[in-house]
């Protein structure tokens, strides 16, 4: 299964013609959801998330540092190489790559979801981190069907292996 962290073309060529319509108020009065909002998320107890001791970002993106890594800095532009696994709030593992091949994506250029872009900054290599991100920054009111659901709220523990 390719990770479900790459922005597909199939994806974009859905989502722009919607959001260029609604956009032009052409879409009337449809209702595609709310957006999610990690503050609020019922997180299921095994995940382990606190969003109360986590680092807000923004309104749809916190982290924490579970291992601090002592290697080089995570920055726009940079190739990283990171193991990771990500779960529904409730407690559905949907993707993991931990005991496989690591995923190498660059940082910055919308390679993956918009929260990895942003929540992975700073972090060292040698380090884990969890992110807690909205659906403004994952998937939005698309989803990733059949696996994740529109306006799902998104937690990953990332581990990053190498920056180049």
């Given at each position: 299964m390719r990770p479900p962290l790459s922005f597909t073309r199939r994806a974009a060529s859905i989502l722009l013609p919607l959001l260029t319509l609604s956009?032009?108020?052409?879409?009337g009065g449809t209702h595609v959801g709310t957006p999610s909002d990690p503050a609020t998320a019922p997180f299921a107890p095994s995940l382990g998330v606190n969003i109360s001791q986590m680092t807000k970002i923004s309104n749809d993106l916190y982290i924490q540092?579970?291992?601090?890594?002592?290697?080089?800095?995570?920055?726009?532009?940079?190739?990283?190489?990171?193991?990771?696994?990500?779960?529904?709030?409730?407690?559905?593992?949907?993707?993991?790559?931990?005991?496989?091949?690591?995923?190498?994506?660059?940082?910055?250029?919308?390679?993956?979801?918009?929260?990895?872009?942003?929540?992975?900054?700073?972090?060292?290599?040698?380090?884990t981190r969890m992110l807690v991100i909205g659906s403004r920054l994952a998937y939005g009111s698309v989803g990733s069907p059949p696996v994740i659901p529109s306006n799902a709220t998104l937690v990953f523990v990332v581990q990053l292996l190498t920056v180049q």
């Open positions: 956009a032009a108020g052409c879409l540092d579970v291992v601090n890594g002592t290697g080089a800095q995570a920055a726009s532009g940079k190739t990283l190489s990171v193991t990771y696994t990500g779960w529904l709030v409730n407690g559905t593992k949907f993707d993991s790559n931990v005991g496989s091949q690591a995923y190498t994506f660059p940082l910055g250029v919308q390679a993956v979801i918009s929260g990895w872009d942003q929540g992975l900054v700073g972090m060292h290599a040698g380090g």
